[in-house]
């Protein structure tokens, strides 16, 4: 018997999103799973991620998420890569699934839908790091034509071991082939 994949809708977040994302992140951040926050606590306040929502919209910058049925089942964004005007055509990604739904094709949908966003958006190369024991999200990325560039032994201290973080990047539409359109203001302050 064929089984559809249950269908997922992505659409830009809103404010009324903010519980469930939150949700989201603080089961995974528990677990340990995101490099950029050894150590968490998953203290992260409604307040923060409206912040940096209106950050990221004042900048171009997606943040999406994933609906199933009306329901919040995962969401990606992207943030610079760097504050400093060199880097501005650049922008690093995360992605959270939520857990009752992993390994459903949430991620194979919200990802691709995040890199087309950040190509229209005008931003030429994407980055991800990922801490090297997550195989699914190293075997996703691999698959949203994302190479690995750096790897990054012992950076990270959780859980009572060293981890280490693998960097990952590809090129968004013509990527570094052709000079960038001028239009992208230089980065203020983005968190
Ligand atoms: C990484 C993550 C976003 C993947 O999302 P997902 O919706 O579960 O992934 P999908 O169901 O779309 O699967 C996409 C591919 O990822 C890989 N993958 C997903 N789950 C996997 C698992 N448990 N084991 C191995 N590979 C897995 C597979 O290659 C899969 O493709 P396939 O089904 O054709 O084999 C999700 O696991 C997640 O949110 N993890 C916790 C947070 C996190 O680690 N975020 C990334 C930080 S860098």
Redesign the pocket.
């Known amino acids: 018997m064929n089984v559809m994949p249950e269908q997922t809708l992505i659409r830009p977040s809103t404010d009324a999103d903010i519980e469930p994302m939150l949700a989201i992140y603080r089961h995974?951040i528990r677990?340990g799973?995101?490099?950029s926050y050894f150590g968490d606590d998953g203290a992260l306040l409604p307040d923060d991620l409206k912040r940096r929502r209106r950050n990221m919209r004042k900048h171009r910058l997606p943040h999406l998420v994933a609906d199933r049925r009306g329901g919040v089942v995962?969401y990606a964004y992207a943030v610079l890569f760097r504050k400093r005007p060199a880097y501005r055509y650049t922008v690093k990604h995360?992605?959270?699934?939520h857990?009752d739904?992993?390994?459903?094709?949430?991620?194979?949908?919200?990802?691709p839908a995040l890199i087309d966003a950040c190509a229209a958006a005008g931003y030429r190369q994407l980055i991800?790091?990922?801490?090297a024991a997550?195989?699914?999200?190293l075997?996703?990325?691999?698959?949203c034509g994302f190479r690995q560039v750096g790897y990054l032994p012992s950076v990270g201290y959780k859980f009572g071991h060293w981890t280490d973080v693998v960097m990952v990047q590809r090129s968004l539409a013509s990527g570094g082939t052709a000079p960038p359109e001028a239009w992208l203001a230089p980065p203020a302050d983005e968190d």
């Open positions: 995974h677990r799973v995101d490099p995962g995360s992605i959270y699934v857990h739904h992993l390994h459903s094709g949430i991620g194979k949908v919200l990802l991800a790091y990922i801490d997550n195989a699914p999200s075997r996703l990325h691999e698959q």
